[in-house]
Structure formats: C-alpha cells, structure tokens
C-alpha cells in the first residue's frame, strides 16, 4: 500500500499521458465524427460513399489492427512518423470518430423530416439545412451515447501502451515490475486512476444532459 | 434410437486421437531429456514437494512462449529452448516423462502471482534472480547468466556502449527489467517501450529508434536472423542470473533443484541443452555457480 503512494510520481505522469490521449483524440473524433455524420447524410453520392467507406472500416476493424497498421504497416510503406503520442492519437482517433458518427448520424435521423422540409421552404441550402438547424437538435439527443463513446476512447487508450506510449497501463507494469510483493496494489492504483477519469465523465453527461434537454 | 451411430462416431474419433497421441509422444520422447526413464524414483523423502510431484508424476511448469532461443512456441503448441531443456532435466529427474509436463505461458508481469497462487510449480522464464522478487518468491540456480546489451544497425558507429545513449531513442519492452534498467541508470536516454521486443526490429530498420537493449542472448537471436541489418555492440553492462523460481520457503525443493543442476553441469546434460538450443548461435559458456542463499 505504501508503495503506491511512493510511486505517486510515476502514477501522475502515467495518468498525464492517458489524459491527453483522451482529450486530444477525444477532442478531434467529435469533429471528425460530426464531419463524417454530415458526409453521411449529404446529398452527393460520392462524400456519402467515401464516408461510409471510412467509418465501415474504422468501426469494424479491432483497435489493436488500427495501432498496427499506423505504427508498423505506413512506416513500411515508406510513410514514416515519430514514434510515440502522434500515431496514438491518429489510431484513436480514426477508430472513435467512426463511433462518433454513427451516434450523430442516429441523431440526425431523429430529428423530425418536418424541419428540414421546413428549413428547405424558408430557402437555406442543404449545408445550412443541417448546421442551423437539424445538427443543433441531433446533437442534443445524442450526449448520452457520445459520452458512452468518450468513456469507451478512455479505456481504449490503454490499447497504446504495447505501441511506444508510456500512459497509465504502461506505468502499471513498469511499477509491477518494481515491486514484485505488490504486483495487485499497482494494478488496483492503474484502476483507480481510470476511474477518476471515467466516472466524473458519466456524472459530466448527466449534467449536459439536463442542461441541453428540450421536449419536442 | 438415435443416440447408437452418434457414439460410434464418438468413439472411432477418440480412438484416432488415441492414436495421434501414441505417434506423437514416440517422436518427442526420443528428442528431449533422455532422463525420463533412468530417473525412474529416487527415494524422496515423504511429503517433500519432490515426493508429492513424483507420485502423481505430471508437474506444472511456466515459461516463456515468446522467447527465442529459450523458450518459444512452434505451430504444435509445445515450447522449445534452452528453459525449457533445463525444465524437462529437473523434470525427468523427478521420473517425470516429457509429454506429462503442463507448459503454462509465464509472461514477466506474472510470473511471483503465478507462483505464489500455486498455479504453476516452478518457473523456468528467463527469470533474473533479484532482491526484489527473492521477497515473494524463491531461486535455485542459477542455471545461465546473461547480462543487458544494445542492438544497433549495423552501419551505425555512433553506439558503443551504454554510456553513449544520451539523447538516442532506445527501444525495450514495457515492464522489463532492461526498460526499468535504462529509466533509472541512463535518464537522459529517451525510452521507446513495446509489447514485445520483436516489435522493435522494425523501427530500428526504419531508424525511427537508435537501439535495442535487452539481454545479450535475445539479441543474439536478431543478430542469427538479419545479419546484415544488425549488430550487438559492447560488453553486456549488467549480470542478469537466471533463477529457477519457486514458492518461497520450500527450502527442501530448492536444494534439491540445486543438486539436480549441479549434477547436470557435472555430467554433460547441461552443454548438452545448451549445445540443442541456445548454442546453435551462441557459444557454450561455462556453467555458472549455483547461488544457495
């Protein structure tokens, strides 16, 4: 027990790590979901393909693949990054934002066919159709499921500590390694840590979720 | 009614997987140990572990399966390596045949809780013996000794050793002790971890990481498959003894598989191992002295 405490430092830096692959990956699959559920529903044949292509394949594909094809398959196809945070993130990002997507997507086909027949009569294009319109209602609907979403990416981010990422998972077992006697202490630690991220994200979306409800 | 063709299905098929078996078990008993017959009951005395193990003649043992040289699972399932030589030695000793051993896969994350839950009855895993584990868990041996190294490209001069890591990107596995060994020894080097080491050969090609570090007998297995795109460069810079681990506190066991190594660096069976496995890239070192702590 006490020496979790006396690698408090290394817990921290651990957690650090694991907090901005949250946040940053997090961050950029909200927009890159939304973009992907506004391509989805468009109007043009070939942003609709190419979408579905991409969240197809990122949905289905396990996340451990995503990591390897961005870490080892591109770096062997010439296509070389540095190794460590930036992969990470992209891997996160590609796999989650396909999740996003679908979340959005189910929310915009919620919102009633009236209020875009509605939005087309007062003359908005089909760009202004869905982000003044249909979006602001769909997203409202959908924070549960996004928050689900967001939940999930945290725990997924554990997938980066067997690829060159020294986040919470990766701490563990260093620190495993440490102090043999208190392999279960550590892992209990590692535990710990997730959930300061994982429940005030669960009681963050009961909170924006009665903030942004509105009755239809 | 139904029932009756089902059954004979039932049992022609278990009569082929009889069979296999039999095949099977011929091919590996010529191979490995030797011991197993010869070995044939010791007295032990009653209620020793050795006793307990040899009257119901399987035993349990970990290792590692990803780990050339040492122990490494081939497409039928069974491990091989030098650990695992030396495991069926002390096996065959306690007149335990070959095919009735249980490999279970030790990773080193697992290996004290697997031993102090009982799940396994010795570990034979590259296991470095150190103060730190000697706290949970108990070592006979050592049976090797190996010491970190540093894999480079084979065109790069600019590594000779460990002290000219600074500001170079060395790559290990997370949680090792060769990781934990260049976190707090060499911290101004920047450390890259994977899931296994093998996962390192491919950014060092693409020069993303500087080096490698590990134990020198795992390079050398790299070092045996590229020759032309690595080398192992330097003098290994820690003594990393590799322990046979047990449940702490069963004294009598542990003499006893100090005795069983003694005598196999004795007679022969040890080289022997050694020249089956791990010698086939590396040359045979001397056996090093048993540690009875």
Redesign the interface.
């Known amino acids: 027990m006490e020496s979790v405490l006396e690698s408090m430092p290394e817990y921290l830096a651990g957690f650090r790590m694991t907090l901005y692959l949250t946040v940053m990956s997090g961050v950029l699959s909200l927009l890159l979901g939304t973009f992907l559920a506004a391509c989805r529903v468009s109007p043009l044949k070939s942003l609709r393909t190419v979408a579905t292509v991409i969240v197809e394949v990122g949905r289905n594909t396990p996340l451990t693949l995503v990591f390897v094809f961005f870490v080892f398959i591109l770096p062997a196809l010439g296509i070389i990054f540095p190794l460590g945070t930036i992969p990470a993130v992209i891997a996160l990002t590609v796999y989650t934002s396909a999740f996003v997507c679908e979340a959005v997507r189910s929310g915009i086909n919620s919102v009633g066919i009236g209020q875009a027949e509605a939005a087309r009569a007062i003359g908005l294009g089909s760009v202004n159709t869905l982000w003044l319109i249909v979006l602001p209602q769909a997203l409202r609907s959908v924070v549960p499921p996004l928050i689900s979403v967001l939940i999930a990416l945290a725990k997924n981010t554990s997938v980066a500590s067997g690829f060159a990422v020294i986040e919470l998972t990766a701490t563990g077992r260093g620190l495993a390694r440490d102090y043999p006697a208190d392999v279960i202490w550590m892992l209990l630690g590692v535990a710990a840590f997730y959930l300061l991220i994982t429940v005030p994200a669960g009681a963050m979306a009961g909170w924006v979720e009665r903030k942004v409800v509105f009755s239809r | 009614m139904g029932i009756r063709p089902t059954r004979m299905v039932a049992l022609s098929a278990a009569c082929m997987l009889a069979l296999a078996a039999c095949s099977s078990d011929s091919g590996g008993g010529e191979t490995a140990g030797g011991d197993a017959s010869e070995g044939a009951m010791t007295e032990f005395a009653a209620g020793s572990t050795m006793a307990t193990l040899s009257e119901q003649g399987s035993i349990t043992i970990g290792t590692k399966f990803d780990q050339p040289l040492f122990g490494l699972v081939g497409p039928d399932g069974v491990p091989v390596g030098f650990d695992v030589e030396i495991a069926t030695l002390i096996a065959g000793k306690l007149g335990i045949a070959p095919e009735d051993i249980e490999w279970t896969e030790t990773v ?2 697992n290996r ?2 697997f031993i102090q839950d009982g799940r396994v009855d010795i570990v034979v895993a590259t296991y470095t013996i150190n103060d ?2 000697k ?3 108990d070592f006979a041996g050592p049976y090797y000794e190996a010491g970190q190294s540093l894999l480079v490209a084979k065109d790069d001069e600019s590594i000779g050793g460990p002290d000219d890591l600074a500001g170079k ?1 060395v ?1 290990s596995v ?4 060769p ?2 060994n260049i ?1 707090e020894n060499y911290p101004d080097t920047e ?5 296994a080491y093998t ?1 390192c050969l ?2 060092l090609r ?4 500087d080096a490698v570090t590990t134990d020198n007998v795992i390079l050398a297995g790299y070092v045996a498959e590229s020759p032309d795109d690595f080398k192992v460069v330097g003098d290994p810079f820690t003594a990393e003894p590799y322990g046979i681990g047990l449940m702490k506190g069963d004294d009598e066991f542990r003499t006893w598989i100090n005795d069983t190594l003694e005598e196999s660096f004795a007679d022969g069976s040890w080289t022997a191992a050694w020249e089956a496995t791990a010698g086939t890239v590396l040359p045979t070192p001397e056996p090093p002295a048993v540690d009875r702590y």
Do not use: M
């Open positions: 080193s994350g004290e809780p730190d584990r706290q949970v868990v990107k790559c997370d949680g090792s002790t990781a934990g976190a450390l890259v971890t994977f899931a996962d491919d950014p693409n020069g993303q990481i």
